[in-house]
């Protein structure tokens, strides 16, 4: 009896073994049944901290389970290097990801059409356009002809194998980074760039239900309904990180930084100038690393400081302070070298940050010359000039109340005792003084 209910437990066993090894051999499409729908949104150039924060988002989705990814974004492009970090990770992503270009007029321009592109899913919002990704040196620097088209036909390879990866129009996005093509998104969708055109998020999860996508870990039929969708922005760090890639704020620290150590070298002891001062240079020179600076610009404006600091030594009757002025406005002019829109200063902020910065140090210059003009008040020096009596009968010399104190003191003429002297001089312990003439 034992033994056939033995034997009767080891054939269940292998047939079970037998179904679970079939089963896991066997391709199959599995439906997402588990986690919630993540929102992402870019909003400006494609920067370092953009970067992290997508490709740190992705690898959270994946270990945390969630069931789809929406980069909700509007981008003028950004730089190359953190492009391809994001494509990278999205086309490695477990969890299938959704490409927005949303909300209306928003755009997917430069290195936002590569990322269009490498999307599980790429969709746009109406009234949204998306490419001109023909690559722009962002150094600062003039490419010659042959480095142009090396970087050019490299930008198209990279642009091909990612449109033929997600078997979108490869023809078309070679277009758009050789000849800066730009199409809206009806144009998009009857192109095959992008599949789906939605009004917003919510439109977007409704069309793409039971779509089928291929992911590294296989292929995945979209299973949205009815699911949470959590928005994840930025951290704190990362916000900062991303407000200091914008050009127009590095100036601002720039020139903020340097003001604060005009008036720190030439108040020694503030303090707190010159801790505002270094921090900002910090976080200026952090800045620079991706911006195109023209180092001749910045110069200039290292120029224009100096010129402030030696008006305050040099009489040089404001030639210096225009010198100044000149120099700094010159050198914001040059200061970022770039074709490139989203990479410029704004001309109303240099003028404007130019004429504050102008006028707080020229106040400052003139506030240390009227000091140093003013008449002493204390110590020896302020004696100078100070009416006395005198105590003594001054036979060329005798005893002095000048301010509540005796003093020793020495005149060229005589002064009759109660008699008005002035101070002309202060000579170790003794006054030389002179007679008040009336």
């Known amino acids: 009896m034992c033994l056939s209910y033995y034997i009767l437990i080891m054939k269940k066993t292998y047939w079970l073994l037998f179904l679970l090894t079939f089963l896991v051999s066997v391709p199959f499409t599995k439906a997402q049944d588990s986690g919630r729908i993540i929102a992402l949104k870019i909003s400006g150039a494609i920067n370092p901290a953009v970067a992290e924060y997508i490709t740190g988002e992705i690898g959270k989705a994946g270990e945390n389970g969630d069931a789809f990814i929406i980069i909700e974004m509007d981008?003028?492009?950004?730089?190359?290097?953190?492009?391809?970090?994001?494509?990278?990770?999205?086309?490695?992503?477990?969890?299938?990801?959704?490409?927005?270009?949303?909300?209306?007029?928003?755009?997917?321009?430069?290195?936002?059409?590569?990322?269009?592109?490498?999307?599980?899913?790429?969709?746009?919002?109406?009234?949204?356009?998306?490419?001109?990704?023909?690559?722009?040196?962002?150094?600062?620097?003039?490419?010659?002809?042959?480095?142009?088209?090396?970087?050019?036909?490299?930008?198209?390879?990279?642009?091909?194998?990612?449109?033929?990866?997600?078997?979108?129009?490869?023809?078309?996005?070679?277009?758009?980074?050789?000849?800066?093509?730009?199409?809206?998104?009806?144009?998009?969708?009857?192109?095959?760039?992008?599949?789906?055109?939605?009004?917003?998020?919510?439109?977007?999860?409704?069309?793409?239900?039971?779509?089928?996508?291929?992911?590294?870990?296989?292929?995945?039929?979209?299973?949205?309904?009815?699911?949470?969708?959590?928005?994840?922005?930025?951290?704190?760090?990362?916000?900062?990180?991303?407000?200091?890639?914008?050009?127009?704020?590095?100036?601002?620290?720039m020139l903020i930084g340097m003001v604060g150590l005009y008036f720190e070298l030439s108040n020694p002891g503030l303090i707190l100038p010159g801790v505002v001062g270094a921090i900002s240079l910090i976080l200026a020179l952090y800045s620079f690393q991706t911006l195109p600076i023209n180092y001749a610009g910045l110069l200039l404006i290292v120029v224009g400081l100096i010129c402030f600091i030696a008006e305050i030594k040099v009489m040089s009757y404001g030639l210096l302070s225009v010198g100044g002025v000149v120099s700094i406005l010159l050198g914001s002019l040059m200061l970022i070298d770039s074709d490139v829109p989203y990479m410029q200063l704004s001309r109303t902020l240099i003028f404007a940050t130019v004429s504050v910065t102008s006028f707080i140090a020229l106040s400052a210059i003139w506030l240390a010359i009227k000091a140093a003009k003013k008449k002493v008040v204390s110590g020896r020096e302020a004696m100078i000039g100070v009416e006395g009596e005198a105590r003594t009968d001054l036979n060329f010399e005798g005893e002095i109340l000048v301010q509540g104190e005796i003093w020793h003191a020495v005149s060229r003429e005589p002064v009759e005792q109660g008699g008005k002297v002035i101070v002309e001089a202060i000579e170790g312990l003794k006054a030389v003084v002179r007679k008040k003439v009336f």
């Open 75 to 253: 981008t003028p492009g950004g730089l190359d290097t953190s492009m391809r970090i994001i494509v990278k990770d999205i086309l490695g992503s477990p969890v299938p990801v959704a490409v927005f270009v949303s909300p209306d007029g928003s755009r997917a321009a430069s290195a936002g059409t590569f990322i269009t592109m490498a999307g599980h899913i790429a969709a746009m919002a109406p009234g949204t356009s998306i490419g001109a990704a023909h690559p722009v040196d962002m150094s600062g620097q003039k490419m010659d002809e042959h480095m142009a088209a090396k970087v050019e036909n490299d930008a198209v390879s990279y642009i091909r194998s990612i449109a033929e990866k997600r078997r979108r129009n490869a023809h078309w996005a070679e277009l758009a980074v050789r000849k800066s093509v730009s199409i809206s998104e009806t144009e998009a969708k009857r192109l095959g760039v992008i599949d789906f055109v939605a009004k917003d998020i919510k439109s977007l999860i409704m069309a793409v239900e039971e779509t089928e996508v291929t992911t590294n870990s296989g292929t995945v039929k979209l299973n949205l309904k009815d699911r949470p969708v959590k928005t994840v922005e930025m951290t704190g760090r990362l916000h900062l990180l991303n407000a200091l890639s914008d050009p127009n704020i590095a100036y601002m620290l």
